[in-house]
DNA sequence: GTCTATAGGTTGATAGAC
DNA sequence: GTCTATCAACCTATAGAC
């Protein structure tokens, strides 16, 4: 077993260069020297360059999933507050990762890859989870019809807003606090 | 002098080749197969493979802006429906252009390819208009304060929401109406 | 489990005929 | 202005030593 978890290194190695240059942009050569071992380790370790970028999405996907997935139980209480609560979450989030951010925005709508349906998935369960928000909320302040109405288009809208505003934040106009961001995105919901 | 614009078949086979398998998977010898034309022809054309999608991604953004300016000019007498005209105008656009609009999705928070100060000029452009329709909305229903509270990353926001909406929409769930997804996307705006 | 060396295939770009 | 032919560089993946 090695000493540390070469996986690991592997992965977050390769976000790094791939949000320099792109996931194609991005050579085993390049991934091997940024994660410090040598390029025959890419291939013990993963089947492919591919299987290294499938993992990669799973763990971004998992971890937007979990971040949304507390923040709605720490908001249970108080279902007027959970969409600003969970964009919030969301924020930091993609902050913290900012570098995985850039690659899962530039790699959502791609239907061509070889781990398009894995990404599908994990995104479609994303999705449905700010959905559920939308709803929770809706009920609270009794809209004006059953919650039903509203479907995973609005989640996609509700999700497309967050992450439109937060890269445009963090990569072009980073004087903001994130409560400036928030206020500029939740106007309406 | 060509019989036809030979420069404007390379860019429409190139965005049809890129939106399968993205820019860097898009070759030269299958853009110049897919336009019709010899490999030569797109060097005798554009300088490089860059210079190619730096037009495709100015003609993007170019095609957009004018959508929206149309929209904004055609329900200049109504600014309380001005948000929904300008977002079926982006609707519509996105749909009649979608091998486009999925390339420029994947394409506009990168900011390492040779043309990404082009590109973020005219996405600048575009989301400043964004912000101005909702400005304009604002001022119309006599907003609590002034309409400067609107800033870029509200605009952002709105045009995340209505991409992340229509390409969730057109590539994942066709079986709804425009108007159906507008509303979905609306509702708060 | 990690390394080095190399095979095998593809790519962007150029040269020169027509 | 468009074509064909070709090259030098690069990349993914594998083989085999340690």
Same mark, same amino acid.
């Given at each position: 077993?090695?000493?540390?978890? =070469? ?50 999405? %799973? ?24 969409? %600003?609560?969970?964009?919030?979450? =969301?924020?930091? =989030?993609? %902050? &913290? ?12 709508? %791609? ?41 995973? =288009? ?33 106007? &309406?919901?």
């Amino acid at each position: 077993m090695a000493r540390v978890n =070469t996986k690991q290194l592997i992965t977050e190695a390769a976000v790094r260069v791939a949000a320099q240059q792109g996931i194609s942009g991005a050579s085993m050569d390049q991934i091997a020297e940024a994660a410090g071992v040598a390029k025959g380790s890419l291939y013990y370790n993963f089947s492919s360059k591919d299987a290294i970028f499938e993992q990669v999405m %799973r763990d971004g996907f998992e971890r937007l999933g979990a971040a949304v997935d507390e923040a709605r139980s720490q908001a249970a209480g108080d279902p007027a507050r959970l969409p %600003r609560a969970v964009a919030a979450a =969301t924020l930091e =989030t993609l %902050r &913290g990762n900012l570098d995985l951010a850039k690659l899962m925005a530039s790699e959502i709508f %791609r239907t061509d890859r070889a781990w398009a349906g894995a990404m599908e998935l994990a995104r479609s369960s994303v999705v449905v989870r700010y959905r559920d928000v939308l709803r929770e909320a809706e009920a609270a302040r009794g809209g004006p019809r059953a919650s039903e109405e509203i479907t995973e =288009t609005a989640g996609a809208a509700f999700f497309g807003a967050l992450a439109g505003a937060c890269l445009d934040w963090l990569l072009f106009r980073r004087d903001q606090s994130v409560d400036q961001v928030l206020d500029q995105v939740l106007r &309406g919901y």
